[in-house]
């Protein structure tokens, strides 16, 4: 069965510093992998994701992300954290589940922003 | 475009009530949909996923059910409700039932809170 972990639980990063958010898959074939942010009390809002080809994929506000095979990882990454990327992040791999498509989530990382 | 509705948005309901919470969908037509909740700490579990009218599938045994009478509707309920039914429950859609990489997006969610 598949499996996502992120290893970080919290992460605090000061306003204009870079940021990386780790995630790491299990998966018995090439993976679909996402990453999604939630604001306290919203839904979750898709940032990017991977299906091939290149694997360093761009995502919505600065945000990228780099697929490694050998590592099974999906990093998340920006060159320069905002004070409104405070939020949840969460990591995913998409699999069938009896013919249907379904994502496993990691449990998500808690990014905390200071001035 | 698709837009996805949830309500209530919060709910506060004592131990042994009923729950009917209800999710819609616009702007595409046959979605899957699926119902999630979200604990503290625990990330996001998949509760229900349906792919048609009626069609329900239930991925954890649990005092709730689901139920889709129409195509853009998909609701979740529960007879009596128990403490351990508090939490944040997200409802989702996507389309390309036969792929592991459709993608999932989300509703704004509803907070529910027995006491």
């Known amino acids: 069965a598949q499996s996502v972990t992120q290893p970080d639980i919290h992460i605090t990063v000061s306003e204009g510093a870079s940021l990386e958010l780790r995630c790491n898959y299990s998966y018995g074939a090439t993976p679909y992998l996402f990453w999604y942010v939630q604001s306290p009390g919203q839904g979750l809002q898709l940032l990017l994701k991977?299906?091939?080809?290149?694997?360093l994929v761009q995502g919505i506000k600065g945000f990228e992300a780099e697929f490694k095979r050998s590592q099974s990882s999906f990093n998340l990454r920006k060159p320069s954290v905002h004070w409104s990327d405070a939020a949840e992040y969460f990591c995913a791999v998409g699999a069938m589940n009896s013919g249907y498509s379904t994502l496993t989530f990691g449990k998500g990382t808690m990014l905390l922003v200071s001035p | 475009s698709q837009t996805i509705h949830q309500w209530p948005a919060t709910l506060v309901q004592p131990v042994g009530s009923p729950l009917s919470l209800e999710c819609t969908v616009e702007?595409?037509?046959?979605?899957?949909l699926y119902w999630y909740r979200q604990a503290a700490g625990r990330g996001l579990q998949l509760l229900f996923y349906?792919?048609?009218?009626?069609?329900i599938s239930s991925e954890v045994p649990q005092n709730l059910s689901a139920s889709r009478p129409q195509d853009r509707q998909f609701i979740l309920s529960s007879k009596k409700l128990l403490l351990s039914d508090s939490g944040f429950y997200l409802c989702?859609?996507?389309?390309?039932?036969?792929?592991?990489?459709?993608?999932?997006?989300f509703g704004p969610g509803t907070r529910l809170t027995v006491l």
């Open positions: 702007g595409t037509s046959n979605p899957n």
């Open positions: 349906s792919v048609g009218i009626g069609q």
């Open positions: 989702a859609w996507s389309i390309g039932a036969a792929t592991r990489g459709a993608t999932q997006y």
């Open positions: 991977y299906f091939s080809g290149d694997t």
